[in-house]
């Protein structure tokens, strides 16, 4: 994935993030509070470590949550006990459990493959951080076709990834046959619209555009299912009926190998009209105005919270000085939110080492949550974006 082609992946999300501002201005005190609240509740057997961890972090001028430092301590124990990297960890979910005292790491989403990475969960005791996998005691292969993936194979799929190839497709897993592609995309858009033309009616597509048409893999369980080989055809065509409010689409699937159509199906999703609203004079934006009255009360500069947060990035994910450097801010999505009911400025960087290259080591998404009564980074995240480059 190209740097263009992810910044297209990563696009503004509309009036998501002002809402999030109002809401959160709404949730600050009218004058501002001189307080650090640091959360302990988490079992005292932890108290040693996050003791350790926050000294480390006062010594370099940041204060974290428990939170970040127990996010922390877990994937230490994810890298040490099945050398999972940054670029693996953020294909999952994280859910810290306090009363528990666990972490939970589930992949993110249903893509197919991730099925294979199983499930992490990282237990407190005695102050150490202990990891277990749901896969633990079963047999792992000698390649991606493997239904069970440790890292080592992880990061082989990772690579084909990064390199822009299907991450489970490797030379000589599959017969040539199974790897076979006779349908252009061009061809599996006409095949689209003659299907939804026999089943809907000559005139169904009359005002439709083609919204997308790209070529796909299935996980390889699916490719012996129904004998067909592993390449895929999703096609979209889609209109807006605004006198209804919806966004009426044709959802078309096709094999690579053959053709042939396996899914046609109409569907509708309603679309809220976009509210007219009226900027605040001398403000650019409802964003620009309620990020101004939002640190208007709050204890810390804007600068400030961008410091602190480039800061806890470079040193929590061990970037270097050159990645440092070649960070830029993604204000798209940096803005106020609510993090444990605490009012924080989220900010987002955006790393691409390689100017309109491909992905490397480090890149991709990384944010941090900065506590604007306190300075305290509440949550931190990095997205690695290779989960959106298939």
């Known amino acids: 994935m190209k740097r263009e082609d992810w910044q297209k992946a990563y696009a503004p999300r509309g009036d998501a993030l002002e809402i999030r501002v109002r809401n959160t201005l709404n949730a600050l005190p009218e004058e501002p509070t001189r307080r650090i609240i640091m959360k302990r509740a988490w079992a005292i057997t932890l108290a040693l470590v996050l003791v350790m961890a926050a000294a480390v972090a006062l010594a370099a001028g940041l204060m974290t949550s428990d939170k970040v430092d127990i996010k922390e301590m877990a994937e230490q124990a994810l890298s040490e006990q099945y050398g999972l990297t940054a ?63 440790d890292a080592k ?39 689209a619209r003659k299907a939804i033309e026999e089943k809907f009616g000559a005139d169904a597509l009359d005002g439709f555009e083609l919204q997308d048409a790209h070529r796909h893999v299935v996980a390889p369980e699916e490719v012996a299912e129904d004998g067909h080989g592993l390449w895929r055809y999703s096609v979209n065509y889609s209109r807006e009926n605004e006198a209804e409010g919806l966004v009426e689409s044709y959802v ?87 993090v444990d009911d605490k009012p924080v400025y989220d900010i987002w960087f955006y790393l691409w080492m390689v100017e309109d290259g491909p992905w490397s080591e480090g890149d991709g998404l990384y944010g941090a949550s900065v506590n604007v009564e306190t300075g305290v980074i509440e949550d931190m995240d990095y997205d690695s974006t290779l989960g959106g480059n298939g």
Request: with cysteine; aromatic share 12%.
């Open 87 to 149: 670029e693996m960890v953020s294909f999952f979910s994280c859910a810290v459990d306090e009363a528990a005292g666990t972490v939970v790491y589930t992949p993110v989403d249903a893509m197919a493959g991730t099925e294979r990475l199983g499930v992490y969960t990282v237990t407190m005791k005695n102050g150490k951080a202990e990891a277990s996998w749901s896969h633990d005691g079963e047999t792992v292969g000698s390649d991606t076709s493997s239904a069970v993936w």
């Open 153 to 191: 194979l992880f990061g082989e799929a990772l690579a084909r990834k990064a390199a822009g190839e299907e991450w489970f497709v490797i030379e000589g897993i599959y017969t040539p046959e199974q790897l076979e592609i006779n349908v252009t995309e061009e061809q599996a858009a006409e095949l």
């Open 252 to 338: 078309t699937r096709i094999y690579a190998d053959d053709g042939s159509v396996f899914v046609c199906r109409y569907k509708t999703e309603s679309v809220m009209p976009e509210p007219e609203i009226t900027t605040p004079e001398g403000y650019q934006s409802w964003t620009e105005y309620y990020t101004a009255q939002a640190f208007a009360r709050a204890e810390i500069s804007p600068k400030e919270a961008l410091a602190l947060a480039k800061e806890a990035i470079v040193q929590r994910y061990g970037l270097t000085q050159e990645q440092a450097g070649a960070m830029e801010l993604h204000d798209t999505w940096t803005g106020f939110g609510m």
